[in-house]
Nanobody, 115 residues
């Protein structure tokens, strides 16, 4: 059974940092590109960052370049999103996802950036 379980969200002040984790199971994690998406209230879900299976290539939304870093540990079946210099507009539910014949999603973790 495929499972993607996000953790690490919370409330943080502008300029602060958070590290999200996504623990994967039920598929061969090490051969899959992994991605983080986010969805803010009233907005479409959008791609934040992706990382290839070996971690050799990453890509980011323009809005997070230079502030967020995606990484993975294939030995732990886990993908991370380090978020620095957070802004109020980063407030959203963050989802871990991969493609397994169809897009599979975790349950999401709430990130709120507010003073």
């Amino acid at each position: 059974q495929v499972q993607l379980v996000e953790s690490g969200g919370g409330l943080v002040q502008p300029g602060g940092s958070l590290r999200l984790s996504c623990a994967a199971s039920g598929f061969t994690f090490s051969i899959r590109t992994m991605s983080w998406y986010r969805q803010a209230p009233g907005k479409e879900r959008e791609l934040v960052a992706s990382i290839t299976s070996d971690g050799g290539s990453t890509n980011y939304a323009d809005s997070v370049k230079g502030r967020f870093t995606i990484s993975r540990d294939n030995a732990k079946n886990t993908v991370y999103l380090q978020m620095n210099s957070l802004k109020p507009e980063d407030t959203a539910v963050y989802y871990c996802t991969t493609w397994l014949g169809q897009r599979r999603w975790g349950q999401g973790t709430q990130v709120t950036v507010s003073s």
